[in-house]
């Protein structure tokens, strides 16, 4: 079993910055993919960013590519994701995920594909 805490949302303006963690406790750690997404109201989850448990490879949405950017601290079981030049689109509760692989090259950017997520935190992009 892995449990996920988010932290570090809250209230920008935008083109500000912000940085989400999301610590893991439980299971072997470096064994996991991890990835974040984000859902805002009314609207489905959205896959936002991933990253192999090897920490080597990422992957993001076309929409925050080039101002988002994940990674990873194994020794502190902790995976984030920096937030640049924020826009009022960019608004949504924001998860991160944990899956499970013994490939660990890869990332995974499909919702179903994760097996243990966090609880989400607030992230208000204000124009």
């Known amino acids: 079993q892995v449990q996920l805490v988010e932290s570090g949302g809250g209230l920008v303006q935008a083109g500000g910055s912000l940085r989400l963690s999301c610590a893991a406790s439980?299971?072997?750690?470096?064994?996991?993919?991890r990835g974040w997404f984000r859902q805002a109201p009314g609207k489905e989850r959205e896959f936002v960013a991933a990253?192999?448990?090897?920490?080597?490879?990422?992957d993001y949405a076309d929409s925050v590519k080039g101002r988002f950017t994940i990674s990873r601290d194994t020794a502190k079981n902790t995976v984030y994701l920096q937030m640049n030049s924020l826009k009022p689109e960019d608004t949504a509760v924001y998860y991160c995920?944990?899956?499970?692989?013994?490939?660990?090259?890869?990332?995974?950017?499909?919702?179903?594909?994760?097996?243990?997520w966090g609880q989400g935190t607030q992230v208000t992009v204000s124009s």
């Open positions: 995920a944990a899956h499970l692989t013994y490939y660990s090259g890869r990332y995974f950017r499909e919702k179903d594909e994760y097996d243990y």
């Open positions: 439980g299971r072997t750690f470096s064994s996991y993919a």
């Open positions: 990253i192999s448990s090897s920490g080597g490879s990422t």
